[in-house]
């Protein structure tokens, strides 16, 4: 596939993507690389609009240089939007007590510490719902726990269950105990994501490193 092809396939994928306002989003492509330009309205049209050309057949990475910019009649005080975090957080049962939020200029920073990296990612989502941010720092720690001698092992038997991962092409490398470096091919981003779950679903995991390729 052409760079061009690949370009206007992300560009059509844009267009049909309910959710995403693609009117001022400009695509470059080469060599698999697509590079996202231009702004749209919320951060989460940017996180749309990066869904979006994940899904074309053929993007191997993704160079994200849109802007959030809110019409000025649509723009949240910072205080507000830290009130509207707080609420949000404190409503999902699955995040525990203690986050907090920092909000300066739109931009949404979350700090504290949780037991298990489905609860900082929880935390995250619910961080995205809100209209007025420009962006999302997620700085949320995980709490260390007991040391686990078979992190690898129990990495490699979750991505053997897994029946959208190749695992004997994936390398995987526990450092301290605790730290996961992925390594070898996938074949698509959906995979990719599938085996980064599987990594951090281990207990102890404190960091997961991606060096994975999609070809």
């Known amino acids: 596939m052409s760079a061009l092809e690949l370009r206007q396939n992300v560009l059509d994928e844009l267009e049909f993507e309910p959710s995403v306002n693609a009117a001022h989003i400009g695509v470059t492509a080469e060599g698999g690389v697509v590079t996202l330009s231009g702004y749209v309205e919320s951060y989460l049209q940017k ?4 869904s979006a050309a994940r899904r074309v057949k053929g ?3 993704i160079a994200d240089e849109i802007d959030v910019r809110a019409p000025a009649d649509k723009k949240t ?5 830290a009130k509207r975090a707080l609420d949000m957080l404190a409503w999902d049962t699955v995040v525990p007590p203690g986050i907090t939020v920092l909000v300066r200029d739109g931009w949404v920073t979350l700090s504290g510490n949780v037991d298990w990296h489905f609860q900082k990612r929880a935390a995250e989502d619910d961080i995205k719902k809100l209209s007025g941010i420009s962006g999302l ?11 686990s001698e078979n992190v690898k092992a129990k990495i490699e038997d979750a991505l053997k269950r897994h029946a959208a991962t190749q ?8 450092r301290d105990n605790d730290n996961v470096l992925l390594e070898g091919k996938v074949d698509n981003w959906q ?4 085996i980064e779950r599987a990594a951090w679903s281990a207990p102890g995991v404190q960091s997961v490193e991606d060096r994975m390729t999609i070809g």
């Open 137 to 147: 720092s997620n700085n949320i720690q995980i709490a260390p726990r007991i040391k």
């Open 47 to 50: 996180l749309s609009a990066i």
């Open 59 to 61: 993007v191997k990475a």
């Open 77 to 81: 005080a910072d205080d507000e939007i």
């Open 167 to 174: 695992a004997k092409a994936i390398r995987v490398t526990v």
């Open 191 to 194: 995979e990719r994501r599938a």
